[in-house]
């Protein structure tokens, strides 16, 4: 940080800040966290950019409309968006210090995220049993590009969520697991927001073509 | 001047609890959101507004609109957060990722247009 110096005119001696000043322990893991998640964001722009140009190839395979079910899709969409508000709900008893609370929302986000997990790799193998493998054509190998690393996020999402579960259930609600759950909460959130242009993008354009 | 150093110091506050919302915010996010993601669906399956263009166009503004409900119910985005760097951070990366998504399209579709052999083109929609 910058300190302004006033001109001296009473003589006094001027002080400079030779080093930086301590900081707590984790007290910029949030912007750093954002960061991360904005270099993140542009990595799925650059497989959106790529699903864009590519998604008209079909190379006379399967098409969107062949292969998407939007049922399944909109039961997908409303599982990452309940796992957003139980995950909020995390958040909320989580600052009012109620561990089981927090642990309880935890558990039925992760539940949530499971199911969403689980329909997704469904609709995948539904797909490659129908020959509509990531070889097929380019829309194909974009489409499982773009949709397969949301998917991978969440699964690390997954992963991430259970190893907190692990470290509340042993340490509490400390404010190194707050922080934690703060950054996990900011990830989960972000994959929604990403599924937003998925399901937006990917497949309610795909069933317009 | 000592004491002033201290307090610009202490003015330069850590800011390690962040505004989380409340369960009244949470509970509005979530409700425009299922509406937002509710609409989109409805049309596309409905074919309520019979033009595919108009329908996409409208998904898309759809989109945006809870993009943006999500930033503020869900990730607290406001302007004062760690001193304004997240929303900077943010802005930055909007503008990269209308560069790599404009560009690209715009790019490719006239490479497509101008360079696809004539015999091929008629296999294009």
Not at chain 1, 85 to 108: H, N
Not at chain 1, 204 to 209: A, D, E, F, S
Not at chain 2, 85 to 99: K, N, P, Q, S, Y
Request: a negative charge.
């Amino acid at each position: 940080m910058t300190i302004s110096v006033k001109p001296q005119q009473t003589g006094e001696p001027l002080f400079y800040l030779a080093d930086e000043h301590p900081h707590p322990e984790g007290w910029s893991t949030s912007l750093g966290f954002w960061i991360y998640l904005m270099s993140d964001c542009l990595i799925f722009a650059i497989l959106f950019a790529t699903y864009g140009v590519l998604g008209a190839n079909y190379a006379a395979g399967p098409a969107p409309k062949d292969l998407f079910d939007l049922n399944l899709v909109a039961i997908n969409t409303s599982m990452l968006l309940l796992s957003s508000i139980t995950y909020g709900f995390a958040m909320l008893t989580m600052q009012q210090g109620r561990i089981k609370a927090t642990q309880a929302w935890l558990a039925i986000t992760g539940l949530f995220g499971l199911a969403f997990i689980g329909i997704e790799l469904t609709e995948f193998a539904h797909m490659i049993h129908e020959g509509a493998t990531p070889q097929r054509s380019a829309f194909l190998s974009s489409f499982f590009t773009l949709v397969g690393t949301h998917g991978l996020h969440v699964s690390f999402g997954l992963i991430w969520l259970v190893t907190l579960m692990i470290q509340v259930w042993r340490f509490g609600l400390i404010e190194a697991n707050q922080r934690r759950l703060m950054c996990l909460s900011m990830f989960w959130h972000f994959l929604d927001v990403v599924w937003i242009g998925v399901f937006t993008f990917v497949y309610l354009m795909g069933m317009l073509r | 001047m000592k004491s002033d150093t201290h307090a610009a110091a202490a003015a330069h506050h850590h800011p390690d609890q962040h505004a989380h919302g409340s369960l009244s915010t949470y509970l509005l996010g979530f409700v425009l959101s299922v509406v937002l993601t509710a609409v989109p669906f409805w049309l596309v399956m409905s074919g309520e507004l019979g033009n595919k263009q108009v329908t996409a166009l409208v998904i898309m503004g759809f989109a945006v609109v809870q993009i943006v409900v999500h930033m503020i119910y869900f990730l607290h985005m406001n302007t004062s957060s760690e001193n304004g760097w997240t929303m900077m951070a943010l802005i930055f990366t909007i503008v990269m990722v209308v560069i790599a998504l404009s560009g690209s399209l715009w790019v490719m579709h006239h490479l497509t247009a101008n360079m696809m052999p004539v015999h091929e083109m008629s296999g294009m929609k």
